[in-house]
């Protein structure tokens, strides 16, 4: 990358700088994890690149599915699956199969024109984060099919459901209308399914003059809140657009309310933080590279960009994307190992923590800084996987 501090300052901006007070330095040695315990790897310059005043980059695009070690907590033999059956629901022509693909099949925004409208209802079965399997069902929305699914379908596509995802397109002529057909919806999830979880996504924002959207949001998420019956107090609505990162905070915060032990997974994160003096610690899922939670520390929160976690994922999945190009592989498979950031402010590390995520921490510049955390997510590595696993196999 170009060395100048213009191109420094976009780095810092993107990737949650250390633009703020700057921490004690010297303090990055293990505070939980003794000298015994430490891997020590072997000096690698191209994986270990020396820290100077340019930004300097390092991705490490080996095949991490089998030779990275990580121990699989898919294994069959020791986990069950958990389902959460998911409905994603709206008019036809709402949005719902763009944001689906561009989500959980790695389309990009300019590839989902060439979708098609959906008929009746697209299963789709989707691991994640281990034994977490959501069973998505994208609903048709033309009025033949909605009707069937409030009535001669109505148990059958409202039992044991976890999540209910309804999108309304702002460009509808017919909110009322739309209102209408969500409150039957609602009722009929409320019959079959009472404790499940409702989001609600404003789709196709960009076409919403900025100054306008917060406005609109709030007034269309009081009329969703007034024919959401007993969900109500509960009910969350998301502003959304496949051209931004919006898509990613929605769904960021769906896949959160799913996640099981996240007071464990969290309670890891924060010793991770602090064992190599991080600003911010991010578990990312490896496929979709939705956030599934994170830990900032007083440095941390200081940091005025409030949608960055979206604005990583976004970014991630387009150099993912990149990735897949210049390889000529697939968009869905891991393509890198490990990804880092050298500045004369700050490091950032991106590495497998399981096979089934990432883990993203944002350091104090120093090549010492760097390698102390790339050990210590090694050893976290092992900890984390078998402790979660086991939590999880008791949860059974």
Do not use: M, W
């Given at each position: 990358m170009a060395g100048n501090g213009q191109s420094r300052e976009h780095w810092t901006e993107l990737f949650t700088s250390r633009c703020f007070p700057r921490r004690r330095r010297g303090s990055v040695a293990a505070?939980?994890?003794?000298?015994?315990?430490?891997?020590?790897?072997?000096?690698?310059?191209?994986?270990?690149?020396?820290?100077?005043?340019?930004?300097?980059?390092?991705?490490?695009?080996?095949?991490?599915?089998s030779t990275d070690g990580t121990p699989d907590e898919m294994d069959p033999s020791k986990l069950k699956e958990q389902k959460q059956k998911v409905l994603l629901m709206g008019k036809s022509g709402s949005g719902k199969s763009s944001m689906r693909n561009i989500i959980f099949s790695n389309f990009v925004a300019k590839d989902v024109r060439r979708l098609g409208a959906t008929i009746d209802v697209e299963h789709s079965r989707v691991k994640f984060l281990g034994n977490l399997v959501l069973n998505l069902w994208d609903c048709?929305?033309?009025?033949?099919?909605?009707?069937?699914?409030?009535?001669?379908?109505?148990?059958?596509?409202?039992?044991e459901?976890?999540?209910?995802?309804?999108?309304?397109?702002?460009?509808?002529?017919?909110f009322e209308r739309d209102l209408m057909t969500y409150n039957a919806v609602v009722k009929a999830l409320?019959?079959?399914?009472?404790?499940?979880?409702?989001?609600?996504?404003?789709?196709?924002m960009d076409l919403v003059q900025k100054d306008f959207r917060e406005g609109l949001l709030q007034e269309r998420h009081n009329a969703i809140k007034e024919k959401s019956e007993k969900f109500a107090g509960t009910v969350a609505s998301f502003a959304t657009t496949i051209w931004d990162q919006s898509l990613y905070k929605a769904w960021g915060n769906i896949v959160h309310s799913m996640i099981p032990n996240l007071d464990i997974i969290e309670e890891y994160l924060r010793e991770l933080a602090e064992a190599i003096d991080a600003e911010e610690v991010i578990l990312f899922e490896a496929t979709t590279f939705l956030t599934v939670t994170s830990v900032t520390s007083e440095i941390g929160q200081q940091n005025p960009f409030a949608d960055r976690f979206e604005r990583l994922s976004n970014i991630i999945k387009n150099f993912k994307h990149s990735l897949a190009n210049f390889t000529s592989s697939s968009s869905s498979s891991p393509q890198f190992q490990e990804f880092q950031i050298s500045t004369a402010k700050f490091n950032l590390i991106i590495d497998k923590l399981t096979s089934n995520t990432y883990v993203m921490a944002i350091l104090p510049p120093g090549e010492g800084e760097l390698n102390c955390a790339r050990t210590n997510v090694a050893i976290a590595r092992e900890e984390f996987t078998r402790d979660v696993t086991s939590l999880r196999a008791q949860a059974m």
């Open positions: 505070s939980s994890i003794s000298a015994d315990h430490l891997v020590h790897q072997p000096s690698d310059p191209s994986v270990d690149p020396p820290v100077d005043p340019s930004v300097n980059t390092s991705v490490d695009t080996s095949d991490s599915s048709g929305g033309q009025d033949a099919f909605t009707e069937n699914f409030l009535t001669s379908q109505k148990s059958y596509v409202f039992s459901v976890g999540v209910l995802i309804y999108v309304f397109d702002i460009e509808s002529r017919e409320e019959e079959f399914s009472p404790h499940a979880k409702v989001f609600c996504l404003v789709h196709k």
